[in-house]
């Protein structure tokens, strides 16, 4: 598999790394981050969460089985003393890291549920609905979705980074995937002309079942993409290679997260990216085409010449393997007018039982206020909770229809979708897909 390289880095680079946990900035992108140092640029890392969460790591700590809420919270504070050291190895200072103090495992409620400062999230670990923390960038942040989409507009305007680097969206942790929607989130928002010309966005995989192989501690070996992910889209893979000596201060540095190493299924994962080259993915945000009103949506040959938002690779849900048909491969959207057609493309449709949940976020922006609302949609074969006039079904396709507020113009979206069999199971599901609605 021959990968091109991510761009040199040099004096000019402005580094924004964003890491859901409390390692993942190291196992992801350490030699990324000390080679920017080294060249004379600038780094700053942030953490989405203190990775507060982790109930065997907390236990092996604390030598008990019955933990409190402020064990948690301490398990919090030590993750943060062992990033400082790890960073530190790698040329970060103090001042350029920052904790948001999140909550572990409750991103992906936030994201899809919490996002309003009257109704925070409350974590089921420390018992707080607002950040606990006296590092924390925000103090006593609410645990909402609001809150995080904010604090992270503050930091990239306040930095002006001409790299960021955040976590894939296909990576099967959910914290991860949370992480990158809020990130594409705020990217979108900015992109509307406060960034700097020229910002890259890439992307870093760390929990995903076929990667990384071979697993443990290899270090003669180079990490390859999952091969599902790379034939989706395999000119937009980068590798950056990294030498002996980096590949020696990077396993030091995975090392200072003693917490993590001490449990042995974790101690795997870290010490499988200690390789010859870190991975990342290249993010393009497809554009939603807007469509006259006059042309029949409907007709399914109407899509023919369309290029897809979002192409769903081969996932690696065990039960999934066990359903080879029924699995949307494809999503299409236009927009006519204020109206949102998408279409899926799902192989074996009509011969298949099974549901298809849709989650349809938009982002609306007015007056440097974004306001955010949240649809749900289903359909199967049989059943929906859509109206007769916004469905069309097709033997391997499905087209539907949302309607918007005419007054109410849309920038952007995220869709993502879950397969549940007619056992409701889920056994496959979407990454969060963004695409402009609107150029600003």
Same mark, same amino acid.
């Given at each position: 598999?021959?990968?091109?390289?991510?761009?040199?880095?040099?004096?000019?680079?402005?580094?924004?790394?964003?890491a859901?946990?409390?390692?993942?900035?190291?196992?992801?992108?350490?030699?990324?981050?000390?080679?920017?140092?080294?060249?004379?640029?600038?780094?700053?890392?942030?953490?989405?969460?203190?990775?507060?969460?982790f109930?065997?790591?907390?236990?092996?700590?604390?030598?008990? =089985?019955?933990?409190?809420?402020? !064990? %948690?919270? /301490?398990?919090?504070?030590?993750? $943060? *003393?062992?990033?400082?050291?790890?960073? +530190?190895?790698?040329?970060?200072?103090?001042?350029?890291?920052?904790?948001?103090?999140?909550?572990?495992?409750? =991103?992906?409620?936030?994201?899809? !549920? %919490?996002? /309003?400062?009257?109704?925070?999230? $409350? *974590?089921?670990?420390?018992?707080?609905? +607002?950040?606990?923390?006296?590092?924390?960038?925000q103090?006593?942040?609410?645990?909402?979705g609001?809150?995080? =989409?904010?604090?992270?507009?503050q930091?990239?305007?306040a930095?002006?980074?001409?790299?960021?680097?955040?976590?894939?969206?296909?990576?099967?942790?959910p914290?991860?995937?949370?992480?990158?929607?809020?990130?594409?989130?705020?990217?979108?928002?900015?992109?509307?002309?406060?960034?700097?010309?020229?910002?890259?966005?890439?992307?870093?995989?760390?929990?995903r079942?076929?990667?990384?192989?071979?697993?443990?501690?290899?270090?003669?070996?180079?990490?390859?993409?999952?091969?599902?992910?790379?034939?989706?889209?395999?000119?937009?893979?980068?590798?950056?290679?990294?030498?002996?000596?980096?590949?020696?201060?990077?396993?030091?540095?995975?090392?200072?997260?003693v917490?993590?190493?001490?449990?042995?299924?974790?101690?795997?994962?870290?010490?499988?990216?200690?390789?010859?080259n870190?991975?990342?993915?290249?993010?393009?945000?497809?554009?939603?085409t807007?469509?006259?009103?006059?042309?029949?949506?409907?007709?399914?040959?109407?899509?023919?010449?369309?290029?897809?938002?979002l192409?769903?690779?081969?996932?690696?849900?065990?039960?999934?393997?066990?359903?080879?048909?029924?699995?949307?491969?494809?999503?299409?959207?236009?927009?006519?007018?204020?109206?949102?057609?998408?279409?899926?493309?799902?192989?074996?449709?009509?011969?298949?039982?099974?549901?298809?949940?849709?989650?349809?976020?938009?982002?609306?922006?007015?007056?440097?206020?974004?306001?955010?609302?949240?649809?749900?949609?289903?359909?199967?074969?049989?059943?929906?909770?859509?109206?007769?006039?916004?469905?069309?079904?097709?033997?391997?396709?499905?087209?539907?229809?949302?309607?918007?507020?005419?007054?109410?113009?849309?920038?952007?979206?995220?869709?993502?979708?879950?397969?549940?069999?007619?056992?409701?199971?889920?056994?496959?599901?979407?990454?969060?897909?963004?695409?402009?609605?609107?150029?600003?």
């Amino acid at each position: 598999m021959l990968l091109q390289s991510l761009p040199v880095v040099q004096k000019q680079t402005r580094l924004l790394v964003i890491a859901p946990h409390c390692d993942d900035e190291t196992l992801g992108c350490a030699g990324v981050i000390h080679d920017v140092i080294a060249a004379g640029g600038q780094v700053m890392v942030v953490f989405m969460t203190n990775g507060d969460g982790f109930t065997v790591a907390t236990e092996e700590q604390f030598h008990r =089985l019955f933990l409190t809420n402020e !064990d %948690y919270v /301490n398990s919090g504070y030590a993750r $943060q *003393s062992e990033t400082l050291h790890a960073l +530190h190895l790698l040329g970060v200072p103090e001042k350029q890291i920052i904790f948001l103090g999140f909550p572990d495992r409750g =991103l992906r409620a936030i994201w899809s !549920d %919490y996002w /309003n400062n009257s109704q925070p999230y $409350q *974590s089921r670990y420390t018992g707080s609905d +607002h950040s606990p923390y006296t590092t924390s960038y925000q103090q006593n942040a609410p645990y909402t979705g609001e809150t995080v =989409l904010n604090n992270l507009e503050q930091i990239m305007l306040a930095f002006q980074p001409n790299l960021i680097l955040a976590p894939h969206p296909a990576d099967e942790h959910p914290d991860h995937a949370s992480t990158w929607a809020f990130v594409a989130a705020a990217f979108m928002k900015l992109s509307k002309g406060e960034f700097v010309p020229g910002v890259n966005l890439y992307t870093y995989l760390i929990h995903r079942g076929d990667f990384p192989i071979p697993h443990g501690y290899k270090t003669d070996a180079l990490l390859s993409p999952p091969k599902p992910l790379y034939q989706t889209q395999p000119s937009s893979w980068l590798q950056y290679p990294i030498n002996s000596d980096m590949e020696a201060l990077k396993e030091q540095s995975i090392k200072e997260y003693v917490s993590q190493i001490r449990v042995p299924i974790m101690s795997s994962l870290l010490y499988s990216f200690i390789r010859k080259n870190e991975l990342f993915e290249e993010v393009h945000f497809p554009l939603i085409t807007q469509i006259p009103l006059d042309v029949d949506l409907r007709n399914l040959d109407t899509w023919s010449n369309q290029e897809p938002i979002l192409v769903n690779p081969r996932g690696v849900n065990p039960v999934g393997a066990l359903e080879p048909k029924g699995k949307i491969t494809s999503i299409y959207s236009y927009m006519q007018g204020n109206t949102i057609w998408i279409r899926f493309h799902i192989p074996g449709f009509s011969k298949k039982r099974n549901q298809y949940d849709v989650s349809i976020v938009t982002f609306s922006l007015s007056d440097h206020q974004m306001s955010r609302e949240k649809q749900t949609v289903y359909f199967s074969k049989a059943d929906t909770n859509l109206s007769p006039d916004d469905i069309v079904r097709y033997p391997d396709d499905v087209i539907i229809k949302i309607s918007s507020s005419p007054t109410q113009l849309k920038n952007f979206l995220f869709i993502r979708v879950e397969t549940k069999n007619q056992f409701g199971i889920m056994f496959n599901h979407t990454v969060w897909q963004p695409a402009f609605l609107s150029k600003f």
